[in-house]
């Protein structure tokens, strides 16, 4: 009876080492494997890519598509080279007011938006300061294509905030006063 059970508790044990093994060999050896972030980037439409955080095995990338879309999407490093990831997008937000947020996107890992940054106004959601990624670099053409001049990208990583289901964006000035607000 004792070597029946052991011989169950080995197979069950067994089964398991091959899933997990087999699982990490596709995270592992899935994808394009490019020899660049840039080129694991999707080229399935007119993609304006604009650098966001990196570290070694990921690089998140903003973008601007087709005249009318804003979005982020995520390369990922694994043995096969760079492969393209998740992302999210939307359709851009209607002209923006100074120091306004008037919505935020999510992709499960960051949440991200659109302000009209002016003076030196600061991006908090549920209290943690967003980060800041200035789209003045863009040539100029693609600033008035899409109606983007002035504006700058805030983000958040989710893993910094207590509460990942709601949101409550604030935008203040450099003395703390709330110049916009939004629940989510």
Known sequence: MKTSMTRILIF?????????????????FSGDGFDTPEEALPKDADYEWIEGPKSEKEHRYFFLSNGNYFGTGVVKKNFK?????????????DSL????????????????????????????????KASFIEMSGL???????????G???????????????????????????????LTI
């Open 81 to 93: 080279g760079w492969t393209s990831g998740d992302g999210a997008y939307a359709k851009l937000p």
């Open 151 to 181: 504006y700058s990208i805030w983000y958040v990583g989710l893993e910094k905030l207590d509460d990942q289901e709601h949101f409550q964006i604030n935008v203040k000035d450099r003395k703390g006063e709330i110049l916009s607000e």
């Open 139 to 149: 040539p100029e053409s693609t600033l008035e294509l899409y109606g983007v001049k």
């Open 97 to 128: 007011e100074e120091n306004k947020i008037t919505s935020a996107y999510s992709d499960g890992v960051i949440l991200f938006g659109l302000i009209k940054r002016t003076g030196e106004a600061e991006v908090e959601v549920n209290g943690e």
């Open 12 to 28: 069950a044990a067994m089964v398991i080492v091959l899933a997990f093994a087999f699982r990490e060999f596709t995270v592992h």
